[in-house]
């Protein structure tokens, strides 16, 4: 298996962002389609039919959230999450920069299945070049009568706002994300309601990621069982995977679903640096719980990766080679969870917190193997206790981290302890020396 | 300059009135009267587009702070007090969203910034010597107005060790950088002119050389291209 060029087709060519080349290559076609050859349900029974799941990282099938919204004329909303901030991932950023228009596009294609009228891409402030790619396309697709009321003269109407947060890893967290929106503190909110009622302003929206709208645009261009013929049973379509950390080359590369992890890692990414092999890897961004070496020959699906007890998540593998230590790595993961809690929920405010102060324990030579249960436990009383999954997200790969990897974490505090005894009996006798100086002679 | 640079964790400022009592005397803040406030007029001009653009006027809110903090350097009180008017909305409710989002400030800590990514795949690529480096030769260079501080993973995993100069990202980048990156501020020019993501025909440096044929006897450990997928479990694996 190959690398493949469907989402990223074209993305060798500057000139893509304007609207004329991306039409000359078949743009704004598949959007013609579902105005004018399908009626709405079409398109929607057609992203069913596709198999397509959220790209966004729970997985969920993009047809089925899209026909939870209630039916009827009422205000309905689109909302693009393009806030990607999982450590590890950067593909929405290479689909935004490279090909703004298919996301438009896919943009207009979701509202007619969903029966929105207004839309916003919620982008991460820190990707402000890309924002201002996609300010741009959006006003050419106005231009061009694609955008705005009553599209290309159809009974659709759909606007679309490009909104670019401040900086909160909690607002890609989808409950979040419309707080953001709506100009509060990015508080995640009580599910349910779940937004396909009550969303956005109160009103039923659908929420999707940039990956999951350009697929949206490739699945009604080119049909349902094209789509479906990529993959593998339960995770159809092709799949932008974001590769990083110690590995030669580190990238975005498309492939099917159902690729090895290891022709990812070593075959596409160039494997860790000459003469290191691959102690872990987090196969679905940071959140993910690690896996080990022999886990690179599952196939890289949500199914597999869920029955070997991590998940696929945005699928960005971070790779981490033998010759790294784990302390660091754990407490650097746990201290972004703290950083990023937005302390709304105990479990995940106080756990967060603990965990980094716990993990900073070991390295100062304070910490006892049985820090490990407490930390364990810590953790276990994380998961599934709060609105989001943020805490869970810290809890299952610092769990998994101890998991595997106990002897290591055992040993670094071992080494630790005897290292602060060494310095303290070197600190007393000194202390001690100066004592019997001052003393002076008995 | 903020003093950034020394402890492992990301320094933050306490927010305002972190460390204050309470004052119970205070009148309650109210939304500000529009004909007591000044507010410059592009920015009240920028405001009011901002709260059209949505059905909902608190909706601009984000927005309208980044413009304010472009405007003032910060979020100060003065700045709040600016967009509160212009909305039409509380300075408590303002300042309640500035102290949330990383990228609003409410201390002046720099017209510029360099955000230094030491996320997970950052930290693997030893960003934080990257970081410690730039801080050193800041200080050693003078560099003012300038705000450096350690970031949350920035999206730039594939180009680690990286930082966001004013949004242009930079990398992958070497501690052997920092003395240009500083100057190059100090002095008002593009920071590192090829190595930014948005420069046209940007290339990772491995993307240069073509990478190695996929076959199996330049890598033993892969699956010849095409080849069956193995299960661990699959006890006739095929390798």
């Known amino acids: 298996m190959?690398?493949?060029?469907?989402?990223?087709?074209?993305?060798?060519?500057?000139?893509?962002?304007?609207?004329?080349?991306?039409?000359?290559?078949?743009?704004?076609?598949?959007?013609?389609?579902?105005?004018?050859?399908?009626?709405?349900?079409?398109?929607?029974?057609?992203?069913?039919?596709?198999?397509?799941?959220?790209?966004?990282?729970?997985?969920?099938?993009?047809?089925?959230?899209?026909?939870?919204?209630?039916?009827?004329?009422?205000?309905?909303?689109?909302?693009?999450?393009?806030?990607?901030?999982?450590?590890?991932?950067?593909?929405?950023?290479?689909?935004?920069?490279?090909?703004?228009?298919?996301?438009?596009?896919?943009?207009?294609?979701?509202?007619?299945?969903?029966?929105?009228?207004?839309?916003?891409?919620?982008?991460?402030?820190?990707?402000?070049?890309?924002?201002?790619?996609?300010?741009?396309?959006?006003?050419?697709?106005?231009?061009?009568?694609?955008?705005?009321?009553?599209?290309?003269?159809?009974?659709?109407?759909?606007?679309?706002?490009?909104?670019?947060?401040?900086?909160?890893?909690?607002?890609?967290?989808?409950?979040?994300?419309?707080?953001?929106?709506?100009?509060?503190?990015?508080n995640p909110r009580l599910k349910p309601p779940f937004p396909a009622n009550q969303g956005l302003y109160q009103g039923p929206t659908l929420i999707n990621n940039v990956e999951t709208l350009c697929c949206v645009q490739l699945i009604i261009e080119r049909g349902a069982d094209w789509f479906r013929s990529m993959g593998t049973e339960q995770s159809t379509g092709p799949k932008v995977v974001s590769v990083s950390g110690d590995v030669q080359r580190p990238g975005n590369f498309e492939v099917e679903l159902g690729i090895t992890g290891r022709e990812l890692v070593y075959g596409l990414a160039g494997g860790p640096p000459d003469g290191r092999g691959v102690k872990c890897w987090f196969p679905g961004g940071s959140s993910a719980p690690v896996l080990l070496e022999e886990h690179l020959d599952l196939p890289f699906t949500y199914e597999d990766m869920a029955q070997a007890g991590s998940m696929l998540g945005t699928a960005s593998i971070i790779v981490v080679d033998d010759a790294q230590p784990l302390l660091p790595l754990a407490l650097r993961l746990a201290e972004f969870y703290r950083h990023e809690s937005c302390g709304k929920c105990v479990p995940c405010r106080e756990g967060t917190n603990w965990t980094v102060k716990m993990l900073e324990r070991i390295d100062e030579g304070e910490a006892t193997p049985m820090d490990l249960e407490i930390m364990a436990q810590v953790q276990e009383n994380i998961i599934g206790n709060c609105l989001c999954v943020l805490g869970d997200s810290m809890a299952m790969p610092i769990g998994s981290m101890i998991q595997h990897f106990r002897q290591e974490f055992e040993d670094h505090i071992a080494a630790a302890r005897e290292r602060r005894q060494l310095e303290e009996a070197a600190s007393f006798s000194a202390g001690e020396l100066a004592a019997a100086v001052e003393a002076g002679p008995a | 300059?903020?003093?950034?640079?020394?402890?492992?964790?990301?320094?933050?400022?306490?927010?305002?009135?972190?460390?204050?009592?309470?004052?119970?005397?205070?009148?309650?803040?109210?939304?500000?009267?529009?004909?007591?406030?000044?507010?410059?007029?592009?920015?009240?001009?920028?405001?009011?587009?901002?709260?059209?653009?949505?059905?909902?006027?608190?909706?601009?809110?984000?927005?309208?702070?980044?413009?304010?903090?472009?405007?003032?350097?910060?979020?100060?009180?003065?700045?709040?007090?600016?967009?509160?008017?212009?909305?039409?909305?509380?300075?408590?409710?303002?300042?309640?969203?500035?102290?949330?989002?990383?990228?609003?400030?409410?201390?002046?800590?720099?017209?510029?910034?360099?955000?230094?990514?030491?996320?997970?795949?950052?930290?693997?690529?030893?960003?934080?010597?990257?970081?410690?480096?730039?801080w050193e030769e800041a200080r050693d260079q003078g560099l003012e107005d300038v705000e450096i501080r350690q970031f949350e993973c920035l999206g730039g995993c594939d180009m680690a060790p990286m930082a966001s100069v004013d949004g242009r990202y930079v990398g992958p980048l070497g501690e052997d950088d920092a003395p240009e990156i500083v100057s190059a501020l100090k002095e008002g020019r593009t920071v590192l002119p090829g190595r930014s993501l948005e420069d046209p025909g940007y290339k990772l440096p491995w993307d240069e050389s073509p990478r190695p044929p996929l076959d199996a006897t330049a890598h033993p450990d892969i699956h010849p291209a095409g080849g069956t997928v193995v299960h661990p479990d699959n006890e006739e694996l095929d390798r």
């Open chain 2, 1 to 134: 300059m903020q003093a950034a640079g020394d402890e492992g964790a990301l320094q933050q400022p306490l927010p305002p009135g972190w460390d204050e009592a309470v004052d119970l005397e205070a009148e309650p803040a109210v939304v500000p009267d529009p004909v007591e406030v000044e507010v410059p007029s592009e920015l009240r001009a920028e405001i009011e587009g901002l709260m059209t653009k949505y059905p909902d006027r608190h909706s601009a809110t984000l927005p309208a702070l980044s413009a304010a903090q472009r405007l003032h350097g910060s979020c100060s009180p003065a700045a709040i007090r600016q967009v509160a008017a212009v909305m039409q909305v509380t300075p408590a409710y303002l300042s309640s969203v500035v102290t949330f989002y990383d990228m609003l400030r409410a201390e002046p800590t720099g017209s510029r910034y360099i955000y230094v990514c030491t996320s997970v795949s950052c930290h693997l690529s030893n960003a934080k010597a990257v970081h410690d480096a730039i």
């Open chain 1, 2 to 186: 190959t690398e493949l060029r469907i989402l990223t087709e074209h993305t060798d060519r500057d000139d893509l962002l304007q609207i004329g080349v991306y039409e000359e290559l078949g743009g704004y076609r598949a959007l013609r389609k579902a105005l004018f050859d399908m009626d709405p349900e079409q398109v929607l029974s057609e992203l069913e039919e596709s198999g397509l799941r959220g790209r966004g990282g729970a997985g969920f099938s993009m047809g089925k959230k899209a026909s939870f919204l209630p039916k009827g004329t009422m205000d309905k909303y689109l909302c693009c999450n393009a806030d990607e901030s999982e450590p590890g991932t950067f593909k929405d950023r290479l689909l935004m920069q490279k090909n703004p228009h298919r996301l438009v596009e896919g943009c207009i294609i979701g509202s007619i299945a969903a029966g929105a009228n207004k839309g916003f891409i919620f982008i991460r402030g820190e990707y402000s070049h890309q924002a201002d790619i996609l300010d741009a396309a959006v006003a050419e697709a106005y231009e061009r009568g694609y955008l705005g009321d009553r599209i290309l003269d159809s009974e659709h109407s759909f606007s679309l706002v490009v909104h670019r947060g401040q900086g909160a890893y909690i607002c890609g967290e989808e409950t979040a994300l419309l707080d953001g929106l709506e100009g509060k503190r990015g």
